[in-house]
């Protein structure tokens, strides 16, 4: 039995969007790329903006000695301001260097501050529905997941959060704007999050982190605010990368930021530095840092998503399929054509879709059945070329 | 309290280090960064080939089109390849792309593995000394070391190996060129160990993984060569990096290679492949990968770090000091002083050091008590310039 039964547990349960995935190879092979409407990954087809990439010749051509060698686990100094000073102005707070630590993308942000915090059985609450990776995020490091339901227009249900919070609850995971609805937490909604975690913290004297995974913040629309999470909380951790913002999910850079008047804060930090060491990050990529550093206000061009949620929506509803208004992120999440107000199978809708060459995934992945996710970082064209096929499909769903 | 009993325990057993690098650089302060004598820390101060350098200005003025997007998770299939060919030749074996996932440095690859074979109180048996970060490696994914003494040369003790092996065995786990020590273990002692585990496992039903942690392999001297560990013994698996060999330790970029006859090799690579996606590395760093793979065969200048061994030797013998004669990697382990063949007192010698400016890690810290280890990853100026103050510290050491 060499393979872990862990790991052998959860090969044979994720293989089946991994069998999506070769699936959707297998069909644009067959069928031509230009004819499948690949919907299914959340991988930004945009180029990093320009001044990224100008940075980046900068730097190389610029070749400072021990550029690619080590730096304190945290990561540069410089580059920790810089992105404390971005933070403070997200956050509404004020941050030092000290606050922020350099990570491998968001996941290995989550994973350090996990591994940080968690106690054996611990438990960190999401609401449904959620990214699927903060399952295996948790028990890595031996906590579990507590899922609660969401309000039904996917807002955070605090009292179904307050409902959940015992003496293990070591921290609330949020993340908005949320993949895969789309949804923004208003800030009222963050403000009675926080009252409730306090009055919890005061009564049982254990106070959850609140852990804000923000890799979307960027990306909103039609004037539509991320509100800040670090100064409306004081025990809060917001980590997020650089992947979606600036198109650069393959170099796996971002950070962890962590509120000035949070419990514990010194040894947080150094629980979090010391779990980026030993985890095997050691440290976020040296150039990308660097690089990072110097454009860390500039963000992906929000418009051209914009048009393209608009077009989604369009195609949706001329193919009269429900969906929640998308405020944020690329995704758009739509209802599963069903009798008599019936969850409807999204297992199969995705199958049948499939037959018509459109790939989305379905909400039972992240934990809401009935729904679909459909990622719209692809080009416009594909989206309305989706149009015919999406009527066809759904309207062939039913018999 | 809030965060995890396990790290808090970490943090404060681990403070005597942090402690030491904080009054090195106290030191250099005090005394001008020239008159301090600083041997603690492994990172390379050699610059990248100018292969590497030039690879990478290319590759950023090309700007190919998503070069900074996901890729599957373990790597561009063009950069295991090129790390395959390299894999087959150092180690005797046919290996192709799908037995090579790209890694975040040898520290993500160990974790990655480890995660993926590691069932609840599974051991892992290394001999001392050894590098001390690889006891919470198994720590995180729920096993533990098993430490064994090694020779009297600090040769692998095969013997010691064997009689250490037990049901619980998941992985022996060597590191050769060694650190601390320098020594390359033998072909011959390979083989050895090889026949023990093969014989163990045919005993008892449960064949341990050799997992050999090899980011030195390329920096050896005076005609001596690492040999081949995938060929060596079917279940095997070696992990790596460029940080050492193209000083790029900073950047986290290295390679996991699996022996084609490797037991139940198919999970072990889709488990390393999910260990590697939800321990949050997701995938190695995209342009560094890329870059890698085009000067795949490029190494440090070796030489320099001869010349550098040549000096420190010299600088050892000249103050009396007994050390391990140094094989590869770029340290020096040496023989704390000490009356009557007792065991030497690390702490209080390298505190002795301190004192007249010269930095070195006590060899307790990598579970080798009397030994102190010395890195030659600095210039060569240093090392001479050391020799005075190493003689007046080693006579004045016993009374």
């Known amino acids: ?115 940080a915090i968690l106690n054996p059985d611990d438990e960190v609450i999401v609401a449904k529905p959620f990214f699927m990776e903060y399952r295996p995020y948790a028990l890595n490091h031996g906590g579990r997941l507590v899922e609660v339901a969401s309000a039904p227009d996917f807002n955070l249900d605090v009292e179904a959060v307050k409902a959940a919070l015992s003496l293990k609850t070591a921290a609330v995971l949020i993340n908005s704007p949320n993949n895969p609805t789309g949804r923004v937490y208003p800030a009222k909604t963050i403000a009675e999050l926080s009252r409730v975690l306090l009055e919890h913290g005061e009564a049982c004297g254990r106070f959850p982190y609140l852990i804000a995974d923000e890799p979307y913040r960027e990306i909103v629309y039609g004037g539509v605010s991320v509100p800040p999470i670090l100064s409306a909380y004081p025990h809060s951790i917001a980590a997020t990368s650089f992947s979606k913002s600036l198109s650069l999910p393959g170099e796996r850079i971002g950070y962890i930021a962590v509120s000035p008047k949070a419990c514990d804060r010194e040894n947080l930090l150094a629980g979090i530095i010391y779990a980026t060491r030993t985890l095997g990050f050691v440290n976020a990529p040296a150039l990308m840092q660097r690089c990072v550093a110097a454009v860390m206000d500039e963000k992906a061009d929000v418009s051209v998503y914009e048009k393209r949620r608009d077009a989604f929506k369009k195609t949706l509803s001329d193919s009269s399929l429900d969906f929640v208004e998308p405020e944020g992120a690329f995704y758009i999440f739509a209802r599963v054509p069903s009798k008599n107000g019936a969850t409807g199978d999204d297992a199969a809708f995705s199958a049948h879709l499939k037959k018509h060459l459109i790939l989305g995934v379905p909400g039972s992945s992240f934990g809401a059945k009935g729904w679909i996710r459909f990622a719209y970082c692809v080009s416009e064209k594909t989206i309305l070329n989706s149009a015919d096929a999406f009527k066809k499909a759904v309207s062939s769903f039913l018999p």
């Open 1 to 115: 039995m060499p393979v872990s039964e862990t790991v052998k547990n959860a090969l044979s349960s994720s293989s089946m969007i991994r069998k999506m995935f070769e699936e959707g190879a297998a069909l644009k092979k067959t069928h031509g790329i230009e004819n499948v409407f690949d919907f299914s990954l959340g991988n930004p087809d945009l180029e990093p903006p320009v001044s990224f990439k100008e940075t980046l010749k900068k730097l190389v051509f610029e070749d400072a000695p021990g550029s690619h060698g080590y730096m304190p686990n945290a990561g540069f100094n410089e580059v920790r301001e810089a992105a404390a000073r971005k933070v403070s102005r997200d956050h509404k707070v004020e941050i030092g260097a000290d606050g922020v630590i350099m990570s491998v993308g968001a996941a290995g942000a989550l994973n350090s501050v996990l591994k």
